[in-house]
């Protein structure tokens, strides 16, 4: 059993930080592994060079009150506690003790375990920059900071082109935290999440729960909720709200009383179809949850923001859900937007009821046209289609959410990687099958169109099983 003594007194600030203060701003308490018989009062006095303390805490045995050789320090910014780590670990307090001391982040609520001066989550930052900003403009940038070890920006896999976002890493945990605190306010810079960080197993299957909660009542997603009963479709929303005025983009900022790991933001935003990326972001200012989440088309962000907006994660807390301005020109995204809208309606429509595929198919003189493909993703150019005698190289399995694509439509998409002998749809099915005369050309096509939305359809793309291999399995089901 043990208690924390401390003493605001002996010249340091008056201020005592309560509870919930703590981690306010995130990483400002140093966790420090000492001799026992070391006083708080050398603890001041080797400390306070490198900043306002607002407190000290050494924990004591219950019963003896004697220290247990473990104390923390609070400072007043983040620099501060993180140069302190680095400047005395491995020191020796006093001349007469010279056992070294043990220096480390301490622990916050939304962190696992203390951190020391090599660890990654403390020297990578995560930013928001001009799509223009190169690798050496975002060095250029931030070097006035400290010692930077690399520089990178996220970019589009298919385009090249930047996301706007990018990542700075130093080689000191204060010089990372100096670039926070002092760089310009509009690149919103945050700690960034570490690499591959696990999530408990526990918190998946709440999260995979509450997906199928929130899905419980909606066996199908609808993508374009604005055809419908707008009032039963967003009830959460204060009919004050001024939506009119709001920048629209294929990006939104999240932010929760509540910190989140990247995996729970995921498990939340791919309830809506169409999700690109997400990235969970840390505000050394506050102990809120900040994420930045991006779809591949407008109007799933518009749902998402719309759906999304005021959800309890977890239950209690409401998540505010807001669109990050891009630059994007805003009327065109709408135009997009209703185009997408009205060419998956219309191809709702054909699907239930076979019947109008023949009145839109020699109906007037759109039946000569090629069909309208509305998609974010770079599409090659038409190609003609392998002779129906040829071979069959490679099949494609296709998974279409919410309904399957036209046919013509469907064609014109896999015709375009060349080598295409014929592409079906399975009846009463939301599946299909693409056959190839070549492999390269199938691989190349689930490379471009695997997970992506077509005409407001989302589609998966896999190499299909062998005619052999399928007669051996049972039925799939869907």
């Not at 509540?258 to 729970?264: A, R, S, W």
């Not at 015709?415 to 693409?434: D, P």
């Not at 070549?438 to 190349?444: E, F, G, T, Y």
Request: net charge neutral; with cysteine; aromatic share 10%.
């Amino acid at each position: 059993m043990e208690e924390a003594g401390s003493s605001a007194g002996g010249g340091g600030s008056s201020f005592r930080p309560g509870v919930d203060s703590l981690d306010e701003p995130p990483n400002s308490r140093i966790f420090l592994v000492i001799s026992k018989y070391t006083p708080e009062a050398v603890l001041r006095e080797r400390f306070s060079p490198f900043g306002e303390i607002q407190d000290i805490w050494v924990v004591r045995d219950k019963h003896t009150k004697e220290s247990k050789g473990i104390a923390f320090i609070k400072f007043a910014r983040s620099s501060q506690a993180c140069r302190a780590m680095e400047e005395m670990h491995g020191q020796c307090l006093e001349p007469n003790n010279t056992k070294p001391i043990k220096v480390f982040i301490a622990q916050s609520r939304s962190s696992g375990s203390h951190r020391d001066v090599e660890d990654e989550e403390l020297t990578r930052i995560f930013v928001m920059i001009p799509k223009s900003y190169t690798e050496e403009d975002l060095r250029e940038k931030f070097k006035v900071y400290g010692d930077i070890e690399y520089c990178s920006i996220i970019k589009n896999k298919v385009t090249g082109e930047s996301k706007g976002l990018g990542y700075v890493r130093y080689l000191k945990p204060s010089q990372a935290a100096q670039a926070i605190e002092n760089c310009d306010r509009s690149f919103r810079a945050i700690l960034a999440e570490p690499k591959n960080k696990p999530s408990e197993s526990s918190e998946q299957d709440y999260y995979n729960n509450m997906r199928q909660e929130a899905l419980g009542h909606e066996p199908r997603i609808n993508m374009f909720p604005f055809v419908g009963d707008q009032q039963s479709e967003f009830p959460n929303f204060d009919k004050n709200d001024n939506r009119g005025h709001e920048a629209i983009s294929k990006r939104l900022s999240v932010i929760s009383r509540v910190p989140f790991t990247e995996e729970q933001l995921f498990s939340i935003f791919d309830i809506v179809p169409g999700l690109e990326y997400c990235e969970v972001q840390r505000d050394p200012y506050s102990n809120y949850g900040h994420g930045v989440v991006q779809y591949f088309n407008v109007a799933s962000a518009i749902y998402a923001k719309y759906k999304l907006h005021g959800f309890q994660y977890p239950p209690g807390n409401r998540i505010g859900v807001s669109f990050i301005d891009d630059g994007s020109n805003a009327t065109d995204l709408l135009r997009k937007m209703a185009t997408q809208m009205v060419a998956a309606q219309l191809a709702s429509v054909v699907w239930n009821n076979p019947s109008q595929q023949q009145f839109l198919q020699f109906g007037g003189s759109s039946g000569s046209q090629l069909p309208q493909i509305q998609t974010d993703v770079i599409l090659p150019s038409c190609k003609k289609k392998a002779d129906p005698e040829t071979p069959v190289k490679e099949r494609l399995f296709i998974v279409f959410n919410p309904h399957p694509l036209p046919l013509d439509v469907l064609e014109d998409i896999f015709c375009r990687f060349g080598n295409l002998i014929e592409v079906y749809l399975v009846s009463g099915k939301n599946v299909g099958y693409a056959k190839f005369a070549d492999r390269m050309s199938a691989n190349d096509a689930i490379a471009t169109l695997h997970g992506k939305i077509l005409n407001g359809v989302r589609l998966k793309v896999m190499l299909a099983d062998s005619p052999r291999e399928e007669s051996n399995k049972r039925q799939r089901t869907y």
